[in-house]
């Protein structure tokens, strides 16, 4: 076996075999198949911790001491990246999150009328631009755990009013304001859901009305991860 090179590495080179290119690189997904056990069998002579670089010489990917080695990776719709190993790697900067919130007491018509969907009209975060201000829904750009939060104020009302988080047209969760005494009250809940990929969440309101006051209410949610 040859001796470390004393280049600064502490890694031991690849001896040149067919079916290799670069150090560390597999061939095209044709050959990928035949040269995958001699590969990995070279990486078992590879001392702990050593580097090995993808074709397209990015940073080495290293896991507690074992090299990695991925050959023809390309990202996917969701935004991992799918190797031909079949290994899957997602991409730290595919991140979700949004907050709306009410600047104003007006109603809009569509509320009343025909939907009942709790409308925000400002944006404070929309990481990914996934929450739709217009339509006040947000859609799940990929399958994961997602987190949502809401807190829906009324404002010297007397009704008891009920909103519930939507999940694809059906109530997940709800909270209820009604206590006829205070001059301010919310209803609040938050939630962890299993989301598939553009499924869709909004708020409704249940019960009851908003007109007069919900100014300075909240709807927040992030993606947790990915699955």
Known sequence: MPAPSRSGSSCWPLPKMPGLGRRGALPEPAGCCS????????????????????????????????????????????????????????????????????????????????????????????????????????????????????HVVKVYNRQTIQVSLMQNGYPVISAFAGDQDVTREAASNGVLLHMEREDKVHLKLERGNLMGGW???TFSGFLVFPL
Do not use: W
């Open 215 to 217: 100014k300075y209410s």
């Open 35 to 150: 040269c995958l056990a001699a590969a990995l069998a070279l990486l078992l002579l590879l001392p702990a911790g050593c580097p090995v670089r993808a074709q397209n010489d990015t940073e080495p990917i290293v896991l507690e001491g074992k090299c990695l080695v991925v050959c023809d990776s390309s990202p996917s719709a969701d935004g991992a990246i799918t190797s031909s190993l079949g290994i899957s790697v997602r991409s730290g900067s595919a991140k979700v999150a949004f907050s709306a919130t009410r600047s104003t007491n007006h109603e809009p018509s569509e509320m009343s009328n025909r939907t009942m969907t709790i409308y925000f009209d400002q944006v404070l975060v929309n990481i990914g631009n996934h929450f739709d201000l217009a339509s006040s829904i947000f859609v799940a750009p990929r399958k994961g755990i997602y987190s949502f939060s809401f």
